[in-house]
Structure formats: C-alpha cells, structure tokens
C-alpha cells in the first residue's frame, strides 16, 4: 500500500531564511506533485516531477525527486511571508492494471512565515 | 480558459439525507477526479472518471457513488449522510493520461448536522 509522508508537519521560519520540506512515500511510482493550500482555499499545482532527477524551480521555490530513494523535496530559499501556506506534495498510484489519476496525498506541512 | 467550477460551493444537510455534488472539468479535459479533505483523514481519493467510466475507487462506503456524463462533466453522489462526512469535497479535472497536471476546483463545503 503506497504511503506518503511529509515533514515536518508545522514549519515556523523567520522571513529570509531557507528551509526545506521532506516527502517521504513507501512504493514506486513514476510521478509526484506539490500543491499549495491556502486557508479555506483549493489546492494550487507547483510543479509536477516525472522522472528520477527532475528539478524545478518557481521563485523562491525548488522541487526535487529522488525515485531511487522515494523521496521529493521542497526548498524554500529566502522565505517571505506570502510563502505562508499549506504545502502538500502527492504521489501517483501505480494501478497496474490499467491507467490511473489516483493521487495518494501526504499530510501536509503548515508553513508560517513570520516578519 | 476557464478553470474547474464545482456547485454548491456550501452545503449544510442534517444526518440521513442525501447530497449531489457537481464539477465541470476545464474544457477538453476528460478525467475527473473526487476527493475528500477532512482534518483528521487529511485528502482522500474517492474515485476517478474518464470518458464516463469510472478508472479507480478508494476505500469509501457503498453510500459514496459518482458518474460522468458525455460533456465530462462529474457529479458525487451521498446518500443516507453522517456527521462524519462532514468535509471539503474536491474535484480535479486533467487530460486523461496520468502524467498530466491535475487541476483542482474551489471545492463544496459539506456540513451535516
């Protein structure tokens, strides 16, 4: 069973400073995705990451999937307090069976970005 | 281009009814998909349509249907409510093939009293 972990979970940083949020998930799959959530909101697509290697960057954000070793990381570089948010990061099922748009979430990771 | 519109955005039932939620992929966008976001459970898959068919299902209760109509269209269906499902519902329309990005839509707060 495809399991997504995400830390940590409440992330407190000062404005400039960087930090970078974990994603851990327990089985293969050949894609993964970090969305934004702000309060009350729907969820927002950051980037989407297909292949072992693959780096992205918008802004002061840096997405990074390692497949070998199952795990996606979001670094925040400088950090403003408009980064303040919830950040999720979703692994793909691998239904091998047929073709599937099923998304396990992790737990998400409360970033408050303080002045 | 339009983004994905969900109806109603509120929603308060009290316990035993049933509620239809609605979700309008982006145009040319063929797969939709539900989820339920809850503070305790976090976001979970419900199921996924493409072309009308359902592709996959999460581990919900028989009470928890959907279908998609031939525009791509989405509706979820809940009969006989509990508290517990009380919830954000979600909907997130893509092309179809899995590597595609995924869209959500502003969501339907459901609350059963």
């Known amino acids: 069973e495809l399991k997504v972990e995400q830390n940590p979970l409440f992330l407190s940083m000062q404005e400039g400073k960087n930090y970078t949020i974990y994603c851990n998930y327990s089985?293969?799959?050949?894609?993964l995705y970090w969305y934004r959530q702000d309060p009350g909101k729907s969820l927002e697509s950051l980037f989407v990451l297909l292949s072992n290697g693959a780096v992205k960057q918008e802004g002061r954000l840096m997405a990074s999937l390692d497949t070998k070793a199952r795990l996606s990381t979001l670094h925040i570089t400088a950090a403003v307090h408009d980064l303040s948010a919830t950040y999720f990061c979703?692994?793909?099922?691998?239904?091998?069976?047929?073709?599937?748009?099923?998304?396990?979430f992790g737990t998400g990771t409360l970033l408050a970005v303080q002045p | 281009k339009a983004g994905v519109t969900q109806t109603p955005r509120y929603l308060i039932k009290t316990r035993g009814q049933q509620v239809t939620l609605s979700c309008s992929p982006i145009s040319g966008h063929r797969s939709v998909s539900w989820y339920q976001q809850t503070p305790g459970q976090g976001l979970q898959f419900l199921f996924e349509?493409?072309?009308?068919?359902?592709?996959n299902k999460g581990n919900f209760p028989g009470r928890f249907s959907g279908r998609q109509f031939s525009n791509s269209r989405s509706e979820m269906n809940v009969s006989t409510l509990e508290l517990g499902d009380s919830a954000l519902y979600l909907c997130a329309s893509s092309l179809g093939d899995r590597y595609n990005e995924q869209f959500f839509g502003p969501g339907t707060r459901l609350t059963v009293l």
């Open positions: 089985t293969t799959s050949d894609r």
């Open positions: 979703a692994v793909g099922f691998m239904n091998y069976g047929g073709a599937t748009n099923k998304l396990i």
């Open positions: 349509y493409f072309s009308e068919t359902q592709r």
